[in-house]
Structures are given as C-alpha cells and as structure tokens.
C-alpha cells in the first residue's frame, strides 16, 4: 500500500508564497510519476501540476504556469509544490497523487493516478 501525506498548507495574503510537501511511503518512489490536484467548495478537482519519475519532466495547468514549480527528492520519497504570487482563486484543498509509471509524459487526468493524499487546505486572503 501507498501511503502519500501532505503537508504545508495554511493561510496565506493575496501575492504571498506557500510550499506543499508531499511524502511517499514506498521506497520504489523513484518508479513513481507524482502530481497535485485542487479542489475548491463546489467545484470539481482539477490538475496543478506534474512531474515525471525521474523530475525530467513537468508540466503545469495555464492557471498556475510561471507562479507555481513542482520538483521532487527521489531520496526523501518527497514532491514538493513551490506556489509563488498567490491569488484567491488559489484557494482550495491541494491533493497529491501518485502512480508507478515510468514515462517522459506527464498525466493530468485524476484518474489516472491510483494513490492519494488525504489533502491539505491552502486560504489565499486578498
């Protein structure tokens, strides 16, 4: 079983920077394409980012491309999400996922991913 475990969220004024942190139980992580997810009250989740197993590869939703970086840490089992220029409309519970695919494209569709985090809130204020 894979066990993904966020953390790194909070409150935060409009134009201020969070860091999420996403650790990975499994030490075949390397094997592991990752991603985060967001969902906001009432609206369905959506892609924020990915990143392939080896971190060669990213690819970010255009609503967040230039403010946000996702990377990795083979080494710790981390993914971390880096948001710079926060705005309200980034308010949401932030979601990690993880599945074992060793690959140069990044999925951005929920379902591909088998493993979950439970979430962590982010509050951007303006």
């Known amino acids: 079983q894979v066990q993904l475990v966020e953390s790194g969220g909070g409150l935060v004024q409009a134009g201020g920077s969070l860091r999420l942190s996403c650790a990975v139980s499994r030490r075949t992580f390397s094997s592991y394409a990752t991603g985060w997810f967001r969902q906001a009250p009432g609206k369905e989740r959506e892609f924020v980012a990915g990143i392939n197993w080896s971190g060669g590869s990213t690819y970010y939703a255009d609503s967040v491309r230039g403010r946000f970086t996702i990377s990795r840490d083979n080494a710790k089992n981390t993914v971390y999400l880096q948001m710079n220029s926060l705005k309200p409309e980034d308010t949401a519970v932030y979601y990690c996922?993880?599945?074992?695919?060793?690959?140069?494209?990044?999925?951005?569709?929920?379902?591909?991913?088998?493993?979950w985090g439970q979430g962590t809130q982010v509050t951007v204020s303006s």
């Open positions: 996922a993880a599945d074992r695919k060793i690959t140069t494209a990044i999925m951005t569709r929920a379902v591909e991913y088998a493993y």
